[in-house]
């Protein structure tokens, strides 16, 4: 991997071998690329990080030991990281001027330590001290084979594919050193009738290169029209026809814009797997060679011999794997492709049968994509024939399991025409024979919908061509087999915004609600994985309440050995219990009871809904009495020493909605839960980190001996201030709130003050977000108490910026304000300092405030700013 990133750099030559990356456009979009998974790789991938590297990178850096905080040992000018291998060496090291790196944690901790000079620093890294350019990368463990979680590689794929296939800015994708000689790329075809062939598109042609014969110039006198392609980014393909003599190229810079911006709503689900093949031919059963005969007749017959073929054909267990691969090693795909453009209905229909039957195997359906099939299936979704086009649709839903497909339905045109199947009556009593078959196309047209649906483009396609009404005209049937594709579509829709809209709109959620009931434990799966999308929404939680269908969602409860269902009726649970109304009544169900009781022993999808939800109940006082006597507490603090990050968000706000109960408090400390939550303030995501900040609010609010508690974690307090340089705001402003709290105790205070909290306090003051401001004037205000803080804040230029708070439209953070300002003037250069600023005419506004706080600080402000102007005027008066 070492090498493909060194061909992509550009590095200059040297006599001591030791060359540097050039000045170029190209090398820093490497370095901008590598940068950003640097910098995110810990907060996505947090066990792969803290893998140890054989080898150490090591540069020289410009980085001193006062750039370093937390973590580290710090002795002159040396610096050592806390963490050590099993060695016992430290993971980062620093020697000045040489820094020795031992793991990607500890990278990414450095490059964020680099501030302004994270690209500076990451050249120097990748120039470092190795025998050979290409080191430079190899070194790099997460870019080698030796970081042996596949599940990285996985997930860095698209990356490295990126610098394996750049584009220069000429549009070659061939190497500087190639370019001399002509050459703009290269394809890897693989014909269905002949071997692979490999070619190199130059400007005096295209090449076909022989293995020991060198090149010659491509030609081809197939008798078929053979597809082959070129794997690109992200999967996209690169199609390619030989068609009798000529050859046609779709070279890289005719892909469409959108291939590469293709987006999913899930994971891509069907990764490329190995294939599992008999050892020797004599292993193959009789059927995968009768097949075989069958497909060289399929070839060569007339119209009713290739019908009588492919009848029987159609007598074998087209299910089966190895008759499904007899078919497709024979080039019988090729033909059964081939017949789907023919005139003849009845071979087409053939043709269909099977392809939908073999089209159930993921490396068969993939074939289909490369040679495309999917142009010819998706053009007869507009045949007359209501048979081939239910087929057809079939055999889309089958092919459309993965992103590439679903990406060619929507490019040839078939979300339009597959919306358009969705047309029928599929309620009426008494169906003619003819609208049977139109109930028919429909639910295979929703099949077809819902697989392409998993595509964040294919939903908005959907909604383009007006399927949502169709859609809740289909979810009206009485017929389950047509439920459940609409209700699959309609869930993975529900992730947009503009879906949930339009089903509450169209009154969906009543006919979700009804079918909650069903007896069907997949359609009940997907109507309540359908509300807990729709959910989020206000609206949504109150129409699943009018139409009763919270005890339905609680009975789902009782299926815990369904755990896609259970997920699904957690987290509708959860996201309904948003809404205090709804909770009450989830109460009369005795859903609390039975959402404790899932916190053990249940996947971590379940988990993270089960705690969502009991966040929410534990809004109200008396819920938090029922968690605890259920023996719910320290089920959740057992959750803290997780990894999911989801569940991490979900578990600290439950532990904080219940801490503000002083006996639940208690034993949240006995538990050790505090210390727990503290830690999580070093996780990587952001999230993790704001909510264990607003945890610790109540927990240190209601600990028997606050003070105490905190002075007991061992560098807690270090660890919140160096968290105000966060970048994000929601961490801001949950780890000034919790400041608030703990200012409180003047010990501490003290202690934050030695680690700098007062600059980084009014570093943050030029701020617009009001969420912020409210804690961030509140932090300052409790801060105020300790020695020369005031006069610190007002040196910093903290109180100019305050002032400008009181413009807000937001009354918490005119509460907070005036609270601040009134602490800061007690100090007399702050007092001119607000007088300067206007603060007087609004203060007198609060002053007349029904808000008891805001009025008193306000009016303890005014007074102070008058004193001391009455002083002064005294003193002119004396001298």
């Known amino acids: 991997m070492g090498v493909s990133l060194s061909r992509a750099a550009q590095w ?144 860095l794929q698209p990356f490295f594919l990126y610098l394996l296939d750049y584009e220069f800015s000429n549009g070659c994708r061939a190497p500087p050193w190639r370019q001399v000689h002509g050459e703009m790329c290269y394809l890897v075809i693989e014909p269905c009738d002949t071997e692979t062939l490999y070619v190199t598109c130059s400007t005096a042609g295209a090449f076909l290169n022989g293995v020991r014969r060198g090149r010659s110039s491509i030609s081809c006198n197939s008798q078929h029209n053979v597809v082959f392609f070129f794997c690109d980014v992200q999967g996209g393909y690169l ?87 007899a078919i497709r090693d024979v080039g019988g795909l090729e033909v059964l492709i081939n017949l789907l453009d023919t005139d003849e209905v009845k071979c087409k229909i053939g043709s269909l049968k099977i392809l939908r039957k073999i089209s159930h195997n993921v490396q068969i359906r993939r074939t289909i994509v490369d040679m495309g099939g999917l142009r010819s299936i998706v053009k007869i979704l507009d045949s007359p024939d209501k048979d081939l086009k239910a087929l057809a649709a079939e055999t889309i839903a089958n092919v459309a399991r993965f992103r590439r497909a679903r990406r060619t339905v929507r490019q040839y045109g078939g979300i339009k025409k597959l919306v358009k199947l969705l047309e029928c009556v599929p309620n009426l009593a008494n169906l003619t024979a003819n609208q049977v078959k139109d109930v028919e196309v429909a639910r295979c047209g929703a099949l077809a919908l819902w697989s392409c649906s998993k595509s964040t483009k294919n939903k908005e396609a959907i909604r383009k061509a007006e399927g949502i009404p169709l ?97 699904a009726a957690t987290g509708a649970i959860w996201k309904c219990s948003i809404s205090v109304e709804n909770v009450a009544k989830l109460q009369e169900y005795k859903a609390l009871d039975t959402l404790v009781g899932l916190l053990t022993d249940q996947p971590e999808e379940v988990l993270v809904n089960v ?194 708070y009181l413009k807000s439209k937001e009354r918490p953070v005119h509460q907070s304000t005036a609270m601040a300002l009134y602490q800061l003037s007690k100090d007399p250069n702050n007092c001119i300092t607000m007088h300067g600023k206007g603060v007087v005419k609004p203060l007198i506004h609060f002053i007349g405030s029904e808000d008891e706080m805001l009025q008193e600080a306000s009016a303890g402000c005014v007074r102070n700013i008058r004193l001391l102007a009455l002083a002064n005027t005294k003193a002119r008066l004396f001298h």
């Open 12 to 155: 200059t030559t040297a006599s001591s071998g030791t060359g540097k990356l050039e000045l170029t456009p190209m090398n820093t979009s490497l370095l901008k690329e590598i940068l950003c998974f640097v910098e995110q790789f810990s907060s996505q991938h947090p066990q792969e990080a803290e893998h140890v590297f054989k080898e150490p990178l090591q540069w020289s850096t410009t980085l001193v030991a006062s750039d370093f905080k937390t973590d580290y040992d710090i002795s002159d000018s040396d610096v050592r990281s806390h963490e050590k291998d099993s060695e016992g060496r430290p993971l980062l090291q620093l020697s000045p001027p040489t820094v020795y790196v031992r793991s990607f944690s500890q990278l990414s901790k450095f490059v964020h330590l680099a501030d302004d000079k994270k690209l500076e620093e990451l050249r120097a890294c990748l120039e470092g001290k190795h025998s050979d350019h290409r080191m430079r990368f190899t070194n790099l463990q997460w870019l080698d084979t030796r970081l042996v979680q596949y599940k990285v590689c996985h997930k």
């Open 611 to 804: 705690v969502g939800a009991l966040g929410e109940f534990a809004q109200i006082p008396a819920n938090k009495a029922t968690i605890r006597k259920c023996g719910g507490i320290k089920l959740l603090v057992n959750l803290l020493t997780g990894t999911n990050q989801a569940l991490l968000v979900n578990v600290t706000k439950a532990v904080g909605a219940c801490a503000t109960d002083k006996d639940n408090m208690a034993i949240i400390d006995q538990l050790d839960g505090v210390r727990l939550v503290w830690s999580l303030l070093k996780n990587p995501s952001a999230d993790v980190q704001s909510s264990a900040a607003w945890a610790l609010c109540p927990c240190i609010e209601n600990a028997k001996d606050a003070g105490e508690m905190v002075r007991s974690l061992v560098g807690g307090l270090e660890l919140i201030v160096n968290l105000l340089k966060s970048a994000n705001n929601e961490v801001l402003a949950s780890i000034c709130a919790a400041i608030s709290k703990i200012a409180k105790d003047k010990e501490n205070l003290a202690v934050l003050t030695d680690h700098g909290v007062v600059p980084l306090l009014a570093k943050l003051t030029n701020t617009t977000d009001d969420r912020l401001r409210r804690h961030l004037a509140e932090a300052i205000s409790h801060c105020c108490m300790w020695g020369s803080n005031r006069a610190s804040f007002g040196e910093a230029g903290a109180v100019a910026s305050l002032v400008r």
């Open 239 to 325: 199609l390619a026809y030989f068609e009798k003599d000529n050859i046609s190229l779709n070279p890289a810079g005719a892909v469409p814009a959108d291939v590469f911006s293709e987006s999913s709503s899930e994971s891509e689900e069907e990764e490329e797997q190995p294939e599992r093949r008999p050892e020797s031919n004599t292993d193959l059963p009789s059927e995968y060679w009768q097949i075989q005969k069958l497909v060289k007749y399929l070839k060569g017959g007339d119209q009713t011999a290739t019908v009588l073929t492919l009848c029987a054909m159609m007598d074998f267990n087209l299910m089966q794997e190895t008759c499904q691969l």
């Open 471 to 567: 859609l809740g005209c289909l979810l009206k049937s009485p017929h389950e087999n047509m439920l459940i594709p609409v209700v699959g579509t309609l869930q993975e829709c529900a992730s947009e915004e503009s879906y949930r809209i339009a089903i509450q709109k169209e009154g969906m959620i009543r006919d979700l609600v009804k079918n909650l009931s069903s007896d069907n434990d997949e359609l009940q799966m997907h109507c309540a994985s359908a509300i807990f999308k729709c959910a989020e929404d206000q609206q949504t939680r109150v129409l699943v309440h009018k139409y009763k269908g919270l005890q339905p969602l609680v009975s789902l409860l009782s299926k815990a050995g369904n755990k896609q269902l259970l997920a």
